[in-house]
Structure formats: C-alpha cells, structure tokens
C-alpha cells in the first residue's frame, strides 16, 4: 500500500467517526434542539409503559387543584401513562426537593408549575439536561430549559382587565387598588405590567397595591387594610378570583357591597369565578385554561407518538361578565 493511499484511508475513517459522533442525541450536543431530541430519545411508542411526575406548587389555589384533576382526568383515557402528584404547598424549597425526588425515580416525562420562577429554574434545567421532556405550565421559569411552555399569555389578560376599567368600570377615570400574586410568580409580574398598559392614559390611579399571594383569606386580609387607609378607592382589580372573594368579604365588612371587583381564573366550577360573577359577588373575570388536558396531550405526543411540539402553546382567554357568564359557563363544561 503507497502512503497517499494510506492517507486516504485515514482520512476517510476520520471522516466517519466525525460523522458518528455528531449525530448523537444527548442534550448536552443538542443546543437549543435538545428538548425535542431528548424526547424523541423517552419515546417508545405506544406499547410502553410511562411515568409522568406532575409537580404543582400549591394545591390549596382551586385553579391549581383543578389543574391537578384537568392532568388526571386526561391521562386517565391513556393507559400507557401513570401519573406521580406532588404538592409543593407554595414552598420553593420542597418543590425543588420534591422535582429532585422525581429525577431519582427516573419518570420520562415532568410538568410543572414553578411556585416561583428563579427558585424552580435550576432543578428544572437539570431535569432538562438529563434528557427528560419537560412540560412547564401557567408559570414560567427563567431562560429556555424546558421542552414546552403551556399557558395563557397573562399580559394580554392584564391588558383586557384594564381596558375593562377603563372602558366599563371607571370610564371618566378614578382611584383603584390592586391586589397581586405571588411576588416571583411571574404571572403576578405579567398580569400587573398588562393592566398598566391596559389603563394608561385613562386617568385611573392605582392609589395601593398589595400581595395577596392568590389565597383568598390572604386577599381579605389585604383589602381590609386597603379600605381602611383609602376609603375612596372605587374598584379593585384582582389578580385571581379567589382574592377577589376574599376583597368582597372585605368590602361588605367595610360598607362597601358594591365596590366593583375583577378577578382572573373564570374556573368552571360551582366555586368558580363564573359562578361568582352570576351571583354578582364580582363584577368580571377573565378564563384562566389550566391546561392540564393539553399537557397529557403534548405528552401523548411526545412519547407514544415521537412527534415534536411546538416551544410555546398559547391557551384562549374570554372576559366574563353578568350578561355572558352562564352561558360560558355551560360551554366549558361541554368542553
């Protein structure tokens, strides 16, 4: 053999293994990509068994108990999956504790809810970086590890909270109070940062805002202390409806029965905004999807069919009002 021929024949095997390890898989050589590679990794279609870990950050919010039931229900039509609940009571550090519990019980596929989002981002990127397929819902986390994102876009919901304000409840303009979420949650953030947009330039003043952690007896805590040190504030814009049940006890308390109050999450259930809103106990809300369905079926997706997802599914929102509620009501219970 001539050595051009030899260089030849070892430049061509260079070449192949170059050419085998690119093509690996692993997340680690997959930039931005890797969250669908990784998937496809998990898939083993549909004569395979899977675990799913669902970690929520706390259950005693209905719209996060319903969110639960939402996941269960769905994956109940697909016996393929097994589904693993875990309830982080709004505790960063036992969400962490509780995400890292599923990594070690090897599940192939996560949805979370982070309680809060730079707390969860680190625990969720390692589930990521394992290759697992990730499914963040309602909250988001920081940066990109994560496979998909599923929500509903919470600054146009602000937005058209505002516009409400300005458009129905305070038209020639006024002073308001508004209750937030979770600091950190960045719902909380979104939500306030589209009503901003929503009034702006409407002549409505936000005279206090106040965090009510989306718990309803923290929101009645907080609306009493509101009423007392501004008694002229003429509606109050809450980030979720349980709040804004708790701001109603407050103003009843307060003398105040027909304070106009918002709320967010439209669940619908007999304890649901729209319920509240037929009753009249709250002037509007706004649909909140849990989606919970669309995470078993993106999941469904994932590992039994090998498809890939889109990074960001974008759920519908609707205002609730007296004149609609019944009617949307009994249209998301057909659903």
């Known amino acids: 053999m001539t050595k051009r021929s030899s260089r030849l024949i070892l430049a061509l095997a260079a070449g192949v293994f170059l050419a085998v390890t690119a093509c690996g898989t692993t997340h680690e050589n ?21 675990t799913i870990g669902m970690s929520q950050a706390n259950v005693a919010e209905p719209y996060r108990q319903r969110m639960d039931d939402d996941i269960r229900t769905a994956a109940a039509t697909v016996p393929q999956f097994a589904v693993n609940f875990a309830d982080a009571a709004q505790d960063n550090a036992k969400q962490v504790d509780q995400v890292t519990n599923f990594l070690t019980q090897q599940i192939d596929l996560l949805v979370i809810s982070p309680n809060e989002a730079t707390p969860l981002t680190a625990v969720v990127k390692q589930a990521y970086d394992r290759g697992i397929p990730v499914l963040v819902l309602d909250r988001k986390v920081d940066g990109d590890a994560y496979t998909e994102f599923i929500g509903a876009d919470n600054a146009e919901i602000g937005r058209q909270a505002g516009q ?132 078993v079926a993106e999941a469904k997706k994932l590992l039994l069919d090998c498809q890939t997802v889109t990074r960001t599914q974008t759920l519908s929102t609707k205002l609730v009002t007296k004149d609609n ?11």
Request: with cysteine; proline share 5%; hydrophobic share 40%.
């Open 325 to 335: 509620a019944a009617q949307v009501y009994a249209e998301l219970n057909r659903g």
């Open 30 to 50: 997959s930039g931005s990509g890797g969250g669908q590679q990784a998937a496809a990794g998990k898939c083993k279609g549909p004569g395979a068994k899977y």
């Open 164 to 295: 409400y304000f300005a458009n129905v409840l305070l038209p020639h303009g006024g002073k308001i109070a508004e209750l937030r979420g979770l600091a950190g949650s960045t719902p909380a953030k979104e939500r306030a940062d589209g009503f901003a947009q929503g009034i702006a330039g409407r002549n409505i003043q936000i005279v206090a805002t106040q965090d009510g952690d989306w718990l309803q007896d923290k929101g009645e805590q907080q609306a009493d202390a509101i009423l007392k040190a501004n008694p002229d504030i003429q509606a109050i814009y809450s980030q979720n409806d349980p709040m804004a049940e708790g701001a109603r006890i407050a103003a009843i308390n307060a003398g105040r029965p027909d304070l106009p109050i918002t709320g967010i999450d439209g669940l619908p259930i007999e304890a649901g905004g729209i319920k509240a809103v037929e009753a009249g106990r709250i002037s509007a809300t706004f649909v909140y999807p849990t989606g919970g369905k669309e995470a």
